[in-house]
């Protein structure tokens, strides 16, 4: 049984439990909770991502005093900063290697929600009358539209909030830096477009992992 097969007969499982509370949407149903229990599996990798970003924060400052002092010796600034990084025990790819790792798991779950491989009829449920199959069309009709309304206003909430936030945090003084963390949330703004051409089963999965990043993100940065 391949992996797209597995992951479609969990769904159908699921589905199957939550019928007697959802109805109709039960798909719908385990398509959120699917992705929060995955979510929730990864997240001592999103922990260990985070430190890996605080451990570059801390070491910002240091690192931009040591390209000042050493500016004129680009030899001698590199073994600076790699005894700096010995010293304190932080890799420059921290934080990067549990991001990678994580992203053939959401490949996986975005290309079975997107195409419905090995999940069965998966895409035939609905969500409150919208199917999951379906894509945003008539937007300002009932039905399908009203959903995708619906999930058009989460993504954008959650990526204005997320935007807003990392502008108030952002430390300033490090050259490159401001403007670089500033620029990257508005990369949930695409998260929009996505939504807006992908079948309803995968925009609903963007919408579920895009709020559970913006909230855990934020308990852990606090």
Not at 35 to 52: D, E, I, K, M, S
Not at 152 to 161: G, N
Not at 192 to 212: D, E, G, K
Request: one cysteine or more; hydrophobic letters at 50%.
């Amino acid at each position: 049984m391949s992996l797209f097969s597995s992951l479609g007969s969990l769904l159908t499982t699921m589905a199957d439990g939550l019928d007697p509370l959802f109805g109709a949407s039960a798909a719908a149903a385990a398509i959120v909770l699917f992705t929060l229990c995955v979510r929730a599996a990864l997240h001592p990798l999103a922990r260990a991502a985070v430190r890996g970003e605080k451990a570059r924060a801390a070491l910002a400052p240091k690192i931009t005093e040591l390209g000042r002092k050493h500016r004129d010796d680009p030899e001698r600034m590199r073994r600076a900063m790699a005894e700096l990084r010995t010293q304190e025990g932080a890799s420059p790819l921290a934080g990067c290697l549990p991001t990678l790792v994580q992203l053939p798991i959401f490949f996986v779950m975005y290309h079975v929600f997107s195409t419905g491989s090995g999940a069965g009829d998966l895409l035939d449920h609905t969500l409150a009358g919208a199917p999951l199959g379906a894509h945003w069309g008539g937007v300002f009709s009932g039905g399908p539209g009203l959903v995708y309304l619906g999930l058009f206003a989460l993504i954008a909430a959650v990526a204005t909030w997320t935007y807003l936030r990392t502008r108030k945090v952002t430390v300033p003084g490090v050259p490159g830096v401001p403007g670089v963390a500033r620029a990257l949330p508005l990369l949930s703004f695409g998260t929009l477009f996505t939504a807006a051409v992908v079948p309803l089963a995968a925009a609903l999965y963007l919408a579920t992992s895009t709020t559970w990043t913006a909230v855990e993100r934020a308990l852990l940065h606090r």
